[in-house]
């Protein structure tokens, strides 16, 4: 087996810490402010081009900044760290060019309610002693838990983020040098679903529901959210269950984060090519028109929740730093139509089937594992070829010959 020596690539690090008081009415002092600027710098921006029809960049929002400090009734933003105040004006020009480059939707309005609390520093926000962490305006170090080690001399960027679940965490941005890692030669072919969030080509079905642990989680959601609609709105007790109601679901999205990154780094460990679907989940997740639009609303639940695209990018960046590959076939290749026998295609097969016969071998077939093995296929083939994977379409003589 080869050996592939380290590189050192970039890697965000995430640590939960507990503010005291004064730090907490700081942090949320700073968020306010980092809220303001940017839905004045949003409005701004959005007023100038549909009345005038100019654009603004981020050069002339940073230039109105130092503008809102001079004015009376906005001195109070001279009073936290114009770090992260700066920081929201360049995530506001990402926004931009997100949605110029169709990559996301319209930037929208940052919520005091709604919006997620998230603070940015450059390096000339923050600074390391003796493993402690120094925040610009905070005269006491965070008390974080480090839970694994790094280089902190590498790292450029902090962010501080709050959850609904009342809970802060820190994220590092720097160097790490990732682990050796064997050439096994082996491939897989991975179909993805939502009984069974991934199965192998192998024959193994993997799925977050199927641990015990997530079982009981997501009946605490279920028992919360009942006891939550028994509440009056607005009420003291509508509060209470609410806040029981969101550290649950942070249970349950922590658990499937953490399935997530397991399964991907032992699919990355095991398989030197990882094949997968080109899947379209907005178009999955599409409201139904007419009839059976509250059983397609339980679907696309189901089917956002299994976070495709986290999968996806997880097998890709993993793959990428240990020299592996993740190819993606065409979205509109019959994996789950095709025998991977025979090559036999299946029209009439349905999503009712989960089990099928092919009637030219006689091979009976799961549905999801033969799949897969297309999936795989496929793949290998895109890779030989350099090009999608669709299926062949009739010679246009034959087209003709068939209108007859």
């Given at each position: 087996?080869?050996?592939?020596?380290?590189k050192?690539?970039?890697?965000?690090?995430?640590f939960?810490?507990?503010?005291?008081?004064?730090?907490?009415?700081?942090?949320?002092?700073?968020w306010?402010c980092?809220?303001l600027?940017?839905?004045k710098?949003?409005?701004?921006?959005h007023?100038a081009?549909y009345k005038?029809h100019?654009?603004v960049?981020?050069?002339?929002?940073?230039?109105?900044?130092t503008?809102?400090?001079?004015?009376?009734e906005?001195?109070?933003?001279?009073e936290?760290?114009?770090v992260?105040?700066?920081?929201?004006l360049r995530?506001?020009?990402?926004a931009?060019?997100?949605?110029?480059?169709?990559?996301?939707?319209?930037p929208?309005?940052?919520?005091r309610?709604k919006?997620?609390?998230?603070?940015?520093?450059?390096?000339?926000?923050?600074?390391?002693?003796?493993?402690?962490?120094?925040?610009?305006?905070?005269?006491e170090?965070?008390?974080?838990?480090?839970?694994r080690?790094?280089?902190r001399?590498?790292?450029?960027?902090?962010t501080?983020?709050?959850?609904?679940?009342g809970?802060?965490f820190?994220s590092?941005l720097?160097?790490?040098?990732?682990?050796k890692?064997?050439?096994?030669?082996?491939?897989v072919g991975?179909?993805m679903?939502?009984?069974?969030?991934l199965?192998?080509s192998?024959?193994?079905?993997?799925?977050?529901?199927?641990?015990?642990?997530?079982k009981?989680?997501?009946?605490?959601?279920?028992?919360y959210?009942?006891?939550?609609?028994k509440?009056?709105i607005?009420s003291?007790?509508?509060?209470?269950?609410k806040t029981?109601?969101?550290?649950?679901?942070?249970?349950v999205?922590?658990?499937r984060?953490?399935?997530?990154?397991k399964t991907?780094t032992?699919?990355?460990?095991?398989?030197?090519?990882?094949?997968?679907e080109?899947?379209?989940v907005?178009?999955?997740?599409?409201?139904?028109?007419?009839?059976?639009?509250?059983?397609?609303?339980?679907?696309?639940?189901?089917?956002?929740?299994?976070?495709?695209?986290?999968?996806?990018?997880?097998?890709?960046?993993?793959?990428?730093?240990?020299g592996?590959?993740?190819?993606?076939i065409?979205?509109?290749?019959?994996?789950?139509?095709?025998?991977?026998s025979?090559?036999?295609i299946?029209?009439?097969?349905t999503?009712?089937?989960r089990?099928?016969?092919?009637?030219?071998?006689?091979?009976?077939?799961?549905?999801d594992?033969?799949a897969?093995?297309?999936?795989q296929?496929?793949?290998?083939?895109?890779?030989?070829?350099?090009?999608?994977v669709?299926?062949a379409k009739?010679?246009m003589?034959?087209q003709?010959?068939?209108?007859?």
């Amino acid at each position: 087996m080869l050996v592939m020596s380290n590189k050192k690539v970039k890697r965000a690090f995430k640590f939960r810490f507990y503010p005291t008081p004064v730090q907490e009415k700081e942090l949320l002092r700073t968020w306010g402010c980092v809220r303001l600027v940017y839905n004045k710098a949003l409005d701004m921006r959005h007023t100038a081009w549909y009345k005038n029809h100019e654009r603004v960049n981020y050069s002339q929002t940073s230039t109105a900044l130092t503008q809102w400090k001079k004015q009376d009734e906005l001195s109070f933003l001279k009073e936290v760290s114009s770090v992260p105040l700066q920081q929201c004006l360049r995530h506001l020009q990402t926004a931009f060019t997100n949605f110029f480059e169709k990559r996301a939707g319209y930037p929208q309005f940052k919520s005091r309610k709604k919006s997620k609390l998230g603070l940015t520093y450059s390096m000339s926000g923050f600074r390391f002693k003796d493993d402690d962490l120094y925040i610009a305006r905070l005269k006491e170090p965070l008390n974080v838990v480090w839970s694994r080690d790094f280089d902190r001399d590498s790292v450029s960027t902090v962010t501080i983020t709050k959850d609904k679940a009342g809970r802060w965490f820190v994220s590092c941005l720097g160097e790490v040098s990732v682990e050796k890692r064997r050439i096994t030669g082996k491939t897989v072919g991975l179909d993805m679903g939502v009984k069974d969030t991934l199965v192998l080509s192998t024959g193994q079905k993997l799925s977050p529901r199927d641990d015990r642990d997530m079982k009981k989680k997501l009946a605490k959601v279920d028992k919360y959210q009942r006891r939550l609609s028994k509440k009056k709105i607005g009420s003291n007790n509508f509060a209470k269950a609410k806040t029981k109601l969101s550290k649950a679901h942070v249970q349950v999205v922590d658990a499937r984060k953490d399935w997530i990154h397991k399964t991907t780094t032992q699919i990355v460990k095991d398989f030197d090519v990882v094949c997968i679907e080109d899947l379209n989940v907005r178009g999955m997740t599409r409201s139904a028109r007419d009839k059976g639009r509250k059983a397609k609303a339980g679907l696309n639940r189901r089917v956002l929740e299994q976070s495709f695209a986290e999968i996806r990018r997880c097998l890709e960046y993993k793959s990428q730093d240990c020299g592996g590959e993740v190819v993606a076939i065409d979205r509109f290749f019959p994996s789950s139509k095709t025998c991977s026998s025979c090559g036999y295609i299946n029209k009439s097969l349905t999503l009712n089937h989960r089990f099928w016969v092919c009637p030219r071998c006689q091979e009976r077939l799961d549905r999801d594992i033969n799949a897969a093995k297309n999936i795989q296929a496929a793949g290998l083939a895109v890779i030989a070829c350099g090009d999608g994977v669709r299926p062949a379409k009739k010679p246009m003589a034959l087209q003709a010959g068939s209108r007859q």
